[in-house]
């Protein structure tokens, strides 16, 4: 009886091979042309697009795919579980053969490693690497090590080898939390710690899943990585500023501010610009996007943008809640008007004491002549 | 003695490392390192304290609110401030929320797979699986026909033969002790789970902005407006799409993780006998009743057990918490530990230069430092809250406790380890997504009485503070005690210093050696086979490690110079 | 003795640009200084307070940048007075000399300033730092404004000046380079007043004719 019902499982797992990965993956048509049309507008595409990426997952062989992990948070990881498209987490898990994430996989210790350089080994130039977290330089990469290697080796070994490296977040992208000021442990992003290295990055902190969906299923559908700005973002999705997408737009341009939290303004969603959001100078698509099944994003529920997707934002973008960065060697009590406007006040006192004396002195030389 | 290593310790946030001598076949030593350093509370010195958070926050992407919790109760706390009942309500439907859904994410995706064999699933009957779920719970989804479904997407993932994060694991482990039927419904529950965690954990979008790291956080109170009468702000809404998330995290804990663990836990009961550890809990209490800011208003009690001792609850005293130094990579005077507001260390690596095989654990070994309470070392977590709440007779934890440990048939003390920590965890879980919807209505009834305040100003510009402060913050985080101390001075941060809790958990020894609780819990751990030490992972798993908030630094003065190895 | 004599000092393109600086300045600063410190001035989203801050600031920027480039232009093609070699004193004999003796005259250590029809020495080269300034200000202004339409002609000719800072680099520089050229008018203004009553040449008045009273020596 058993048996009976396994062979006849087996032969309807037969003939779900031949239909498509998907549905043989449990999901459905349908769902899967309702992610292929999400992507299509992740990607900024026409939805006419769908059915071409729709035909490019079906076609493709999972490639692999690789996670490592550095000086970093999990903070990626755990967008990436939180994908929002529909079965987006099965799709990463399914489409991509994730060989190696150390949060998630089942091994460990020597067992993990050896799945790792398996993949290096045997698909040299194939897979994808995908770094989370900064690389420590200083001191011949101490800071982090993982399986007794330094991470700098490691990225070498395994971005060096791979077709392509996304850098999945700002830490990886760009160095990130730890090279802030004073970057103590010489962090820096895959770029700049494997040179040569074919890099996408995708900041963000942590950055949106559906980007690195988005990116992946771009080279799947167009065979090649898509479109980069000169810090080697992707356009589809860093291509425009927060503030020229945000909802709380109109009330910028009309001229109508949150001035205190939780005030008449705040809560009618006027824009957050004095509170000091950052979404002026930050290249990103998370008013469009948003976060976690696009239920929302910093500035719609409240609080300002603080850049998280610049590099260096933390020493730039900071403090978050001023408009402008402190004037260097001036306290942080001081905005650069206050700073500006105290220069043009003492010129003035200046030039109103010079000219005291030079009305004086102009007294004193005409007495003189008098004299004479 | 052989000594075996594990590292990467995987399905945990961050990087651990550990270390065990193997006598026969259980562990007779352990050392638990950490190996990788960022260095985040040298970064804050100098910032805008309102700053803070958002920087702490970053410590872990797991636990992803409690840095920000922390971090702006000790700036709260440094300027005296206290903030809107909304906004501690928020707060804790916030940091409720995070607890359910980690500790769900624990169980399934970084916990199961030490008991349960997915492999072994596939030799299950999907009907007998069904029955056996069906008697644990009434749960929608306990058909034959789901199962099947599951065990078919499942084999054709197998005969792929591509097996992705699967791939290389202890598969076929003598220490499996599941029936393949109990197997199969747990592996369907772990991508159940994948699916409820990311809708569940929407409560963080919906109050919070976005998950991870959520962005409404303020010193002084929350950045979401509440204004039932308007688009933007929290709004009935948005109340009510709570309201059915927060239904839905209950039902499921309800449902199938306390069932799930009841049952996998009735087949390992030996380990309710293995993992101990040191035996002293330490418990900073957590969920304010009122913004009063008082131990006595705080839902889950606040106080410390030592050697295992229930009868006797001791108080939490903030200056007698002291980090050692002597096995971590940072300079300081040996055998001197310190408090977190006072401590000089300077970090230096001594260890072995990558690649290396094995550090030397007799001197400093990792970049986690040792804290203790009163010099001893302290387990926190789960477990230390339910034995604090249950020494303390808590009117809903205790009747949970106790259903739990009939159901398995054992006495509390079963309770000190492995299997006492992951059950803990579950019955904290239960408790808190029942709580959860009191919170909620709470909320709503301010909000009804007309208070729509959620942020206390007074304090915001920072003219307003005293030229110098300090101030500490405390949170219960999923994985425990979490402290943050700040001192203040010219508006600017003079000296930040976390002490989290997996720095009190994968703590190294201290100068008198005591080891740390992942040490101590290691110690006569049985291992069926060294070569695949499957063992170990359930104790350091039982933990939850999260390593990359254990490793910080501190610089009180703010002017010491870098020094380089 | 000394003979004052009327000379036509500023060319008329000379004195357009100063004016279009000084009403392109004035406005730049207004505006700038609302779109750095925003108030909440409208009351409904129809109005468009920001929105025609931001437009005037734009507007004043072009007309600004314009006139910047023609005077730069005049420096090659106007008199003596308006020729570049005016602000750069130091590269000559005469030059050096005319600095030293106006800067003894500015710290009271010399009762009178030396003979000069055009700008003196100090001025001169003050205002080659003042339109280094001007140039800063139009680089980091249009850099910033091309934010709004990336990979357009405005964002790739300024592109470069990314090299220099973040955006948040150059809007603080924005700032700050605003508050030193109000300093500068102050001292601009004052300077003029002080040639004028020291010397009775008409300095206040030139730039509105163009003729200044130049002493005559005999």
């Given at each position: 009886?058993?048996?009976?019902?396994?062979?006849?499982?087996a032969?309807?797992?037969e003939?779900?091979?031949?239909?498509?990965?998907?549905?043989?993956?449990?999901?459905?048509?349908?769902?899967?042309m309702?992610?292929?049309?999400?992507?299509?507008?992740?990607?900024?595409?026409?939805?006419?697009?769908?059915?071409?990426?729709?035909?490019?997952?079906?076609?493709?062989?999972?490639?692999?795919l690789?996670?490592?992990?550095?000086?970093?948070?999990?903070?990626?990881?755990?967008?990436?579980?939180?994908?929002?498209?529909p079965?987006?987490?099965?799709?990463?898990?399914?489409?991509?053969?994730?060989?190696?994430?150390?949060?998630?996989?089942?091994?460990a210790?020597?067992?993990?490693?050896?799945?790792?350089?398996?993949?290096?080994?045997?698909?040299?130039?194939?897979?994808?690497?995908?770094?989370e977290?900064?690389?420590?330089?200083?001191?011949?990469?101490?800071?982090?090590?993982?399986?007794?290697?330094?991470?700098?080796?490691?990225?070498?070994?395994?971005?060096?080898?791979a077709?392509?490296?996304?850098?999945?977040?700002?830490?990886?992208?760009?160095g990130?939390i730890?090279?802030?000021?004073?970057?103590?442990?010489?962090?820096?992003?895959?770029?700049?710690?494997v040179?040569?290295?074919?890099?996408?990055?995708?900041?963000?902190?942590?950055?949106?899943?559906?980007?690195?969906?988005?990116?992946?299923?771009?080279?799947?559908?167009?065979?090649?990585?898509?479109?980069?700005?000169?810090?080697?973002?992707?356009?589809?999705?860093?291509?425009?500023?927060?503030?020229?997408?945000?909802?709380?737009?109109?009330?910028?341009?009309?001229?109508?501010?949150?001035?205190?939290?939780?005030?008449?303004?705040?809560?009618?969603?006027?824009?957050?610009?004095?509170?000091?959001?950052?979404?002026?100078?930050?290249w990103?698509?998370?008013?469009?996007?948003?976060?976690?099944?696009?239920?929302?994003?910093?500035?719609g529920?409240?609080?300002?943008?603080?850049?998280?997707?610049?590099?260096?934002?933390?020493?730039?973008?900071?403090?978050?809640?001023?408009?402008?960065?402190?004037?260097?060697?001036f306290?942080?009590?001081?905005?650069?008007?206050?700073?500006?406007?105290?220069?043009?006040?003492?010129?003035?006192?200046?030039?109103?004491?010079?000219?005291?004396?030079?009305?004086?002195?102009?007294?004193?030389?005409?007495?003189?002549?008098?004299?004479? | 003695?052989?000594?075996?290593?594990?590292?990467?310790?995987?399905?945990?946030?961050?990087?651990?490392?550990?270390?065990?001598?193997v006598?026969?076949?259980?562990v007779?030593?352990?050392w638990?390192?950490?190996?990788?350093?960022?260095?985040?509370?040298?970064?804050?010195?100098?910032?805008?304290?309102r700053?803070?958070?958002?920087?702490?926050?970053?410590?872990?992407?797991?636990?992803?609110?409690?840095?920000?919790?922390a971090?702006?109760?000790?700036?709260?706390?440094?300027?005296?401030?206290?903030?809107?009942?909304?906004?501690?309500?928020?707060?804790?439907?916030?940091?409720?929320?995070?607890?359910?859904?980690?500790?769900?994410?624990?169980?399934?995706?970084?916990?199961?797979?030490?008991w349960?064999?997915?492999t072994?699933?596939?030799?299950?009957?999907?009907?007998?699986?069904?029955?056996?779920?069906?008697?644990?719970?009434?749960?929608?989804?306990?058909?034959?026909?789901?199962?099947?479904?599951?065990?078919?997407?499942?084999?054709?993932?197998?005969?792929?033969?591509?097996?992705?994060?699967?791939?290389?694991?202890?598969?076929?482990?003598?220490?499996?002790?599941?029936?393949?039927?109990?197997?199969?419904?747990?592996?369907?529950?772990y991508?159940?789970?994948?699916?409820?965690?990311?809708?569940?954990?929407?409560?963080?979008?919906?109050?919070?902005?976005?998950?991870?790291?959520?962005?409404?956080?303020?010193?002084?109170?929350?950045?979401?407006?509440?204004?039932?009468?308007?688009?933007?702000?929290?709004?009935?809404?948005?109340?009510?799409?709570?309201?059915?998330?927060?239904?839905?995290?209950?039902?499921?804990?309800?449902?199938?993780?306390?069932?799930?663990?009841?049952?996998?836990?009735?087949?390992?009961?030996?380990?309710?006998?293995?993992?101990?550890?040191?035996?002293?809990?330490?418990?900073y209490?957590?969920?304010?009743?009122?913004?009063?800011?008082?131990?006595?208003?705080?839902?889950?009690?606040?106080?410390?057990?030592?050697?295992?001792?229930l009868?006797?609850?001791?108080?939490?005293?903030?200056?007698?918490?002291?980090?050692?130094?002597d096995?971590s990579?940072?300079?300081?005077?040996?055998?001197?530990?310190?408090?977190?507001?006072?401590?000089?260390?300077?970090?230096?690596?001594?260890?072995?230069?990558?690649p290396?095989?094995?550090?030397?654990?007799?001197?400093?070994?990792?970049?986690?430092?040792?804290?203790?309470?009163?010099?001893?070392?302290?387990?926190?977590?789960?477990?230390?809250?339910?034995?604090?709440?249950?020494?303390?007779?808590?009117?809903?934890?205790?009747?949970?406790?106790d259903?739990?440990l009939?159901?398995?048939?054992?006495?509390p003390?079963a309770?000190?380890?492995?299997?006492?920590?992951?059950?803990?965890?579950?019955?904290?879980?239960?408790?808190?997504?029942?709580?959860?919807?009191?919170?909620?209505?709470?909320?709503?009834?301010?909000?009804?009485?007309?208070?729509?305040?959620?942020?206390?100003?007074?304090?915001?510009?920072?003219?307003?503070?005293?030229?110098?402060?300090?101030?500490?913050?405390?949170?219960?985080?999923p994985?425990?005690?979490?402290?943050?101390?700040?001192r203040?001075?010219?508006?600017?941060?003079?000296?930040?210093?976390?002490?989290?809790?997996?720095?009190?958990?994968?703590?190294?020894?201290?100068?008198?050696?005591?080891?740390?609780?992942?040490?101590?819990?290691?110690?006569?751990?049985?291992?069926?086979?060294?070569?695949?030490?499957?063992?170990?992972?359930?104790?350091?798993h039982s933990?939850?490690?999260?390593?990359?908030?254990?490793?910080?630094?501190l610089?009180?003065?703010?002017?010491?110079?870098?020094?380089?190895? | 003795?000394?003979?004052?004599?009327?000379?036509?000092?500023?060319?008329?393109?000379?004195?357009?640009?100063?004016?279009?600086?000084?009403?392109?300045?004035?406005?730049?600063?207004?505006?700038?200084?609302?779109?750095?410190?925003?108030?909440?001035?409208?009351?409904d989203?129809?109005?468009?307070?920001?929105?025609?801050?931001?437009?005037?600031?734009?507007?004043?920027?072009?007309?600004?940048?314009?006139?910047?480039?023609?005077?730069?232009?005049?420096?090659?093609?106007?008199?003596?007075?308006?020729?570049w070699?005016?602000?750069?004193?130091?590269?000559?004999?005469?030059?050096?000399?005319?600095?030293?003796?106006?800067?003894?005259?500015?710290?009271f250590?010399?009762?009178?300033?030396?003979?000069?029809?055009?700008?003196?020495?100090?001025?001169?080269?003050?205002?080659?730092?003042?339109?280094?300034?001007?140039?800063?200000m139009?680089?980091?202004?249009?850099?910033?404004?091309?934010?709004?339409?990336?990979?357009?002609?405005?964002?790739?000719?300024?592109?470069?000046?990314?090299?220099?800072?973040?955006?948040?680099?150059?809007?603080l520089?924005?700032?700050?380079?605003?508050?030193l050229?109000?300093?500068?008018?102050?001292?601009?203004?004052?300077?003029?007043?002080?040639?004028?009553?020291?010397?009775?040449?008409?300095?206040?008045?030139?730039?509105?004719?163009?003729?200044?009273?130049?002493?005559?020596?005999?």
């Amino acid at each position: 009886m058993d048996k009976k019902d396994n062979e006849q499982a087996a032969v309807a797992e037969e003939r779900q091979m031949r239909k498509t990965v998907w549905e043989e993956k449990g999901i459905s048509r349908r769902d899967f042309m309702k992610f292929c049309t999400a992507m299509s507008a992740a990607l900024a595409l026409p939805v006419t697009f769908a059915p071409k990426i729709a035909r490019a997952l079906d076609e493709v062989q999972r490639p692999t795919l690789v996670w490592l992990e550095f000086q970093d948070c999990a903070g990626n990881t755990e967008a990436l579980l939180r994908s929002s498209s529909p079965s987006v987490a099965e799709i990463i898990l399914d489409v991509l053969s994730l060989d190696y994430h150390e949060t998630i996989m089942a091994a460990a210790g020597h067992q993990a490693e050896d799945a790792l350089m398996k993949t290096v080994r045997e698909q040299k130039g194939k897979y994808i690497a995908v770094v989370e977290g900064s690389i420590p330089l200083k001191d011949d990469g101490i800071y982090c090590c993982v399986g007794g290697k330094s991470a700098r080796d490691l990225a070498r070994e395994v971005c060096g080898n791979a077709f392509a490296t996304i850098a999945v977040g700002t830490c990886a992208a760009y160095g990130g939390i730890p090279a802030a000021a004073p970057n103590p442990t010489g962090a820096v992003g895959v770029k700049d710690a494997v040179p040569g290295a074919t890099v996408i990055n995708l900041p963000g902190c942590p950055l949106n899943p559906d980007n690195l969906t988005a990116t992946v299923i771009h080279f799947l559908t167009f065979g090649k990585l898509p479109a980069t700005d000169s810090q080697g973002r992707p356009l589809f999705a860093y291509g425009k500023r927060i503030h020229d997408n945000c909802e709380r737009r109109p009330h910028f341009d009309a001229g109508q501010y949150v001035e205190q939290w939780g005030d008449m303004a705040h809560r009618r969603g006027h824009c957050l610009y004095k509170m000091g959001c950052k979404g002026p100078e930050t290249w990103h698509n998370c008013p469009i996007q948003r976060y976690n099944d696009k239920t929302s994003w910093p500035v719609g529920a409240g609080h300002g943008c603080v850049g998280c997707s610049e590099a260096n934002f933390w020493d730039t973008m900071t403090p978050f809640y001023k408009r402008l960065p402190n004037v260097p060697g001036f306290g942080i009590e001081y905005t650069a008007d206050q700073i500006g406007a105290g220069l043009a006040i003492a010129t003035a006192a200046a030039f109103a004491g010079h000219g005291v004396i030079s009305a004086l002195r102009r007294n004193k030389d005409t007495e003189g002549k008098k004299e004479e | 003695m052989a000594k075996i290593v594990i590292d990467p310790v995987t399905r945990i946030e961050g990087h651990l490392r550990i270390e065990a001598e193997v006598s026969g076949s259980s562990v007779a030593d352990a050392w638990s390192s950490s190996t990788m350093f960022r260095g985040i509370e040298r970064i804050l010195q100098g910032r805008d304290p309102r700053d803070a958070w958002y920087f702490t926050q970053r410590l872990c992407g797991v636990c992803t609110t409690v840095h920000s919790i922390a971090s702006i109760r000790s700036v709260e706390n440094a300027l005296g401030i206290r903030i809107p009942p909304n906004a501690e309500l928020i707060r804790n439907l916030i940091m409720g929320i995070q607890n359910v859904q980690d500790h769900v994410i624990h169980f399934y995706h970084l916990h199961a797979l030490d008991w349960v064999d997915i492999t072994s699933a596939l030799k299950a009957d999907p009907a007998r699986t069904a029955e056996l779920a069906a008697s644990l719970s009434d749960w929608p989804l306990n058909s034959p026909t789901y199962f099947k479904g599951v065990q078919a997407k499942l084999s054709a993932f197998v005969s792929r033969g591509r097996l992705g994060p699967f791939a290389n694991a202890y598969w076929g482990h003598p220490a499996y002790k599941l029936p393949p039927e109990a197997n199969l419904m747990a592996t369907a529950h772990y991508l159940e789970a994948l699916e409820w965690q990311k809708d569940v954990i929407r409560i963080h979008a919906i109050l919070g902005s976005k998950n991870p790291h959520p962005q409404t956080f303020l010193v002084g109170g929350m950045a979401i407006a509440v204004d039932p009468d308007s688009q933007t702000a929290l709004n009935a809404n948005k109340l009510e799409e709570i309201r059915l998330l927060l239904g839905k995290a209950r039902e499921f804990v309800e449902k199938v993780y306390i069932p799930d663990l009841l049952a996998v836990a009735s087949f390992y009961k030996e380990w309710a006998g293995i993992g101990g550890g040191v035996g002293n809990y330490l418990c900073y209490g957590e969920f304010p009743a009122d913004n009063s800011g008082k131990p006595e208003v705080l839902w889950i009690p606040r106080g410390i057990i030592l050697n295992r001792d229930l009868s006797r609850l001791h108080p939490v005293e903030q200056d007698k918490i002291t980090e050692y130094v002597d096995h971590s990579w940072y300079e300081g005077k040996p055998g001197t530990a310190l408090h977190p507001w006072d401590g000089e260390t300077d970090y230096k690596y001594t260890g072995p230069k990558p690649p290396y095989e094995y550090l030397n654990t007799d001197e400093k070994y990792s970049w986690v430092k040792a804290p203790r309470y009163a010099d001893l070392p302290m387990e926190v977590g789960p477990l230390a809250r339910c034995l604090v709440a249950y020494a303390s007779g808590h009117k809903e934890v205790k009747p949970v406790v106790d259903l739990v440990l009939s159901k398995l048939q054992v006495g509390p003390e079963a309770l000190f380890s492995t299997l006492g920590r992951t059950a803990a965890r579950g019955i904290e879980t239960l408790v808190i997504a029942q709580k959860l919807p009191q919170w909620l209505d709470a909320l709503v009834a301010n909000i009804k009485g007309g208070d729509l305040s959620i942020h206390n100003n007074e304090k915001w510009d920072p003219d307003t503070w005293p030229a110098e402060a300090k101030g500490f913050g405390w949170h219960e985080a999923p994985r425990g005690s979490l402290g943050h101390w700040i001192r203040i001075k010219d508006q600017k941060i003079a000296n930040y210093q976390a002490v989290v809790p997996s720095t009190w958990l994968a703590s190294p020894r201290d100068a008198k050696g005591q080891r740390g609780p992942y040490e101590a819990a290691l110690q006569g751990t049985p291992l069926a086979d060294p070569k695949r030490p499957l063992e170990i992972l359930r104790t350091v798993h039982s933990f939850d490690p999260c390593l990359a908030c254990a490793v910080h630094l501190l610089d009180p003065t703010g002017n010491e110079t870098v020094k380089v190895v | 003795m000394e003979k004052l004599v009327a000379k036509y000092v500023w060319e008329w393109p000379v004195r357009i640009v100063h004016w279009v600086n000084f009403l392109s300045i004035l406005t730049l600063s207004v505006t700038g200084i609302y779109i750095g410190w925003a108030k909440t001035l409208a009351h409904d989203p129809s109005q468009y307070v920001m929105g025609w801050m931001r437009f005037v600031h734009f507007v004043a920027g072009y007309a600004f940048t314009i006139s910047v480039i023609s005077r730069i232009c005049w420096a090659f093609v106007g008199n003596e007075y308006a020729n570049w070699r005016t602000f750069v004193p130091w590269a000559f004999k005469d030059g050096r000399k005319n600095m030293k003796e106006t800067f003894l005259f500015y710290v009271f250590a010399r009762p009178r300033p030396p003979h000069a029809v055009g700008h003196n020495a100090m001025a001169g080269a003050a205002y080659l730092w003042v339109f280094l300034l001007y140039l800063v200000m139009i680089c980091t202004g249009f850099a910033l404004y091309a934010q709004y339409a990336p990979g357009s002609l405005l964002s790739r000719a300024f592109g470069w000046v990314y090299i220099f800072g973040s955006s948040q680099g150059l809007r603080l520089t924005h700032h700050c380079v605003m508050w030193l050229l109000l300093a500068f008018a102050i001292h601009h203004v004052y300077s003029a007043w002080l040639m004028d009553v020291k010397e009775k040449d008409g300095c206040m008045s030139s730039i509105f004719g163009g003729w200044k009273s130049v002493h005559e020596e005999e």
